[in-house]
């Protein structure tokens, strides 16, 4: 333990975001945007992350967390490259918006074939941690949600499904929220194996056989996805399975396709949701 907080206290060092890389038209400091190292002792490397700070957080404790996870072939950086009224939300709604890497292509699994991809194990317990440490947040799980797009949309819902001791809502834009029809795409076989080979590493690793693990009492579900979107019919089926079973959702078909001028919009949909939930508890 000693040698894990050592590495954090050393490591975890904060940097301001180069203006260059986000500019923007908001009249906001660069400096609530912070590049924020921190080392994974489970893949023995330090991993970058964004954090944006809202504009009055030197005066402010207790602050909720959303964690917003990019999709396949991005990084940390994607959210405020392409979304940088993210800033904006942050300050008006006095809410830390956390963008972790979660490597190239990992799908947010522990893969069970390479040990250098244990991206749950990660952010579930290196990550939240060391924002808690080093951030003025609530450590609360009712103040603290998940998200993504694609990729990042079926990591959100399998890490918060599988942890709901510590996410209290979680979300999903256009997610492939069923990796089973995609074994060729993405590296995904990299990561869990062939299908042919290891099929049951995909009935484990697919989110969309977790739906009965949800407890509709301790975790909230929102998702959406566009009407020209590749990933339209895993949705739908997802959300089948939630009715299916009685489980308490919102689901939305949107007009758009699996791109950012589709995310840069509905990203506000559901961070809206996630501080809604914030002021119920």
């Given at each position: 333990?000693?040698?894990?907080?050592?590495?954090?206290?050393?490591?975890?060092?904060?940097?301001?975001?180069?203006?260059?890389?986000?500019?923007?038209?908001e009249?906001?400091?660069?400096?609530?945007?912070?590049?924020f190292?921190v080392?994974?002792?489970?893949?023995?490397k330090?991993?970058?992350?964004?954090v944006?700070?809202?504009?009055?957080?030197?005066n402010i404790?207790?602050l909720?967390?959303?964690?917003?996870?990019?999709?396949?072939?991005?990084?940390?950086?994607?959210?405020?490259?392409?979304v940088?009224?993210?800033?904006?939300?942050s300050?008006?709604?006095?809410?830390?918006?956390?963008?972790?890497?979660?490597?190239?292509?990992?799908?947010?699994?522990?893969?069970?074939i390479?040990?250098?991809?244990?991206?749950?194990?990660?952010?579930?317990?290196?990550l939240?941690?060391?924002i808690?440490l080093?951030?003025?947040?609530s450590?609360s799980?009712?103040?603290?949600?998940?998200?993504?797009?694609?990729?990042?949309?079926?990591?959100?819902?399998?890490?918060?499904?599988r942890?709901?001791?510590?996410?209290?809502?979680?979300?999903?834009?256009?997610?492939?929220?069923?990796?089973?029809?995609?074994s060729?795409?993405?590296?995904?076989?990299?990561?869990?194996g062939s299908?042919?080979?290891?099929p049951n590493?995909?009935?484990?690793?697919?989110?969309?056989?977790?739906?009965?693990?949800?407890?509709s009492?301790n975790?909230?579900?929102?998702?959406d996805?566009?009407?020209?979107?590749?990933?339209?019919?895993?949705?739908n089926?997802?959300?089948?399975?939630?009715?299916?079973?009685?489980?308490?959702?919102?689901y939305?078909?949107?007009?758009g396709?699996?791109?950012w001028?589709?995310?840069?919009?509905?990203?506000?949909?559901q961070?809206?949701?996630?501080?809604?939930y914030?002021?119920?508890?």
């Amino acid at each position: 333990m000693k040698k894990i907080f050592f590495f954090l206290l050393v490591l975890q060092t904060i940097f301001s975001c180069n203006k260059k890389s986000h500019q923007n038209n908001e009249d906001l400091s660069y400096s609530n945007i912070d590049t924020f190292l921190v080392f994974s002792d489970v893949m023995s490397k330090s991993i970058e992350n964004i954090v944006i700070k809202p504009s009055n957080y030197e005066n402010i404790d207790n602050l909720p967390v959303i964690y917003l996870l990019h999709g396949a072939g991005g990084n940390h950086t994607d959210w405020i490259s392409h979304v940088p009224s993210l800033t904006t939300f942050s300050s008006d709604n006095e809410i830390i918006i956390v963008c972790p890497n979660g490597g190239f292509n990992s799908w947010y699994f522990d893969s069970p074939i390479d040990s250098n991809y244990m991206y749950e194990t990660y952010i579930v317990d290196e990550l939240i941690s060391s924002i808690d440490l080093m951030y003025s947040t609530s450590t609360s799980k009712f103040s603290r949600a998940i998200t993504g797009n694609s990729m990042g949309g079926h990591g959100a819902f399998y890490l918060a499904i599988r942890n709901q001791d510590s996410f209290g809502a979680a979300g999903s834009m256009s997610g492939g929220l069923d990796i089973r029809p995609f074994s060729e795409n993405w590296n995904i076989s990299d990561r869990i194996g062939s299908i042919d080979l290891y099929p049951n590493n995909w009935e484990e690793h697919t989110v969309i056989n977790m739906v009965n693990l949800v407890d509709s009492t301790n975790l909230k579900l929102i998702f959406d996805c566009g009407n020209n979107d590749f990933f339209l019919d895993v949705n739908n089926n997802f959300r089948q399975e939630l009715v299916n079973l009685n489980i308490p959702h919102q689901y939305n078909i949107f007009e758009g396709s699996h791109d950012w001028i589709y995310w840069n919009e509905v990203v506000f949909y559901q961070l809206s949701f996630f501080k809604e939930y914030f002021s119920l508890n």
